[in-house]
């Protein structure tokens, strides 16, 4: 009598949308967190991109969805579509410009069809490997974040300052106690989600060193 082949156990897939004004650097940390790489010749996304990235939390294979969305206003329409059943959302700003940072609050305003209280939000200051040009105070981007009740750090895609720290560390563990074992994450179970590990999901250092001044 042969065996019954055992169910292969699916990966929960989590769906991460980065939102923020043009110029922002969302495809360089993009690029980084996926790639560990960064190039410093801009191009505008247009409408929607995509990339994707196996990690592991506390030896639990997790499947992430990233999309990277366009910062033009004439995009902001699509925004609606785009966060449709979104897990995590990550705002982000340039510390060197203040009125993206002031715009924040207009991308939280068209998340029309997001259950807030079922998503993880970021708000993610890029940037600051340009100090001297600075224009948001850390102290700022901070309170709104606590007021929020949002994740909160500032990053560089350029060098990949506090990336570890941010993504490894601070959104993999709020993850963890978001979607705890047993809870659906878009009709995927999720099972043993607990403690972070940063080495072991931190990309090898990649020779590129070259996307958004």
């Known amino acids: ?3 019954i082949p055992s169910q292969k156990k699916e990966i929960p897939k989590y769906k991460i949308i980065f939102l923020g004004d043009q110029n922002t ?16 010749k801009y191009q505008a996304t247009i409408g929607l ?10 030896n639990q294979d997790v499947h992430l969805l990233l999309y990277d969305t366009a910062g033009q206003e004439k995009f902001r329409s699509l925004i609606p579509m785009y966060t449709r059943e979104a897990n995590i959302i990550i705002l982000v700003y340039d510390i060197t410009n203040k009125e993206s ?9 068209g998340l029309t069809n997001v259950k807030f209280d079922e998503v993880i939000f970021c708000l993610v200051g890029n940037k600051i490997d340009l100090e001297e040009k600075r224009e948001v105070t850390q102290d700022e981007g901070k309170k ?8 909160f750090e500032e990053i560089s895609a350029k060098t990949a300052e506090n990336f570890p720290e941010f993504f490894y560390k601070e959104l993999f563990e709020e993850i963890a ?3 705890k074992p047993g ?6 179970e999720v099972n043993d989600v607990g403690n972070i590990k940063i080495e072991d999901n931190y990309p090898k250092k990649s020779e590129g ?3 958004c001044k």
């Open 183 to 188: 809870v659906n994450v878009n009709n995927v």
């Open 101 to 109: 940072f002031n715009h924040i609050p207009d991308w939280i305003n």
């Open 1 to 3: 009598m042969s065996e």
């Open 25 to 40: 650097g969302k495809s360089c940390i993009l690029n980084r967190f996926v790639e560990d790489k960064f190039d410093d």
């Open 177 to 179: 106690n978001k979607f």
């Open 144 to 151: 709104f974040a606590e007021e929020k009740k949002y994740i």
């Open 209 to 211: 060193k070259k996307c």
């Open 49 to 58: 991109d995509f990339q994707s990235k196996n990690v592991k939390i506390d």
